[in-house]
Each structure stands twice: as C-alpha cells, then as structure tokens.
C-alpha cells in the first residue's frame, strides 16, 4: 500500500544544537534504512519550511506507522497521511 506522508517538524528552537545535530544525523541514518527497506520510496523538501512530502509504500497502516514511529524526530513531528489508490487510468 502506498501513501503520502506529510511531515513538519515541530523541534523547539531553543534545542541545544549538540541535541539537535545529533538528531538530525539519526533521522536521516533511519530515512536510509527505511530507504534500503523499500518503505521510503521517496522524499521531497518543502521549501521556506521545516517540513517534507514522504511517498511511503507499507504492508498495511499499522506498519507505517511502525516505520514513522521509528524515527528519532517522531515526537516533533506534525504528521498527515493519506493512502493511495492506483487510478484507473494507471491500470491499462
């Protein structure tokens, strides 16, 4: 199942930076590991904001949410899912 993934993160901004270096480097070791997974399809940067558009593909919407759970940000974050379904048009 496939679904778009809206994310804005919500870090404090009197985060120490060490804590925020670190992370920043945790997510994005995770986004690479659900990458290799074929959980992270793709993902894109919302410009003029801290916030990202995710394509997620997922057996079901309990293991996304087990995926997104997994990131070390999860707590931050402001998130919007929405399931796709193939359009007919893409079936032929």
């Known amino acids: 199942m496939e679904f778009l993934v809206r ?3 919500r870090l404090p901004n009197d985060t120490a930076d060490e804590v925020r ?3 920043r480097k945790g997510e994005r070791k995770r ?4 990458r290799d997974a074929g959980i992270l399809k793709r993902l894109w940067r919302v410009p003029g904001r801290n916030a990202t558009l995710g394509l ?3 057996e ?3 293991a996304l949410h087990d995926a ?3 990131l070390p940000m999860w707590v931050w974050m ?3 899912v929405e399931a796709l379904a193939t359009h007919p048009q893409e079936e032929q």
Do not use: F, G
């Open 7 to 9: 994310t804005e993160n």
């Open 78 to 80: 402001d998130v919007t």
């Open 68 to 70: 997104l759970t997994s």
């Open 56 to 58: 997620y593909e997922a």
């Open 21 to 23: 270096d670190r992370l």
């Open 31 to 34: 986004a690479m590991e659900l």
């Open 60 to 62: 079901d919407p309990a």
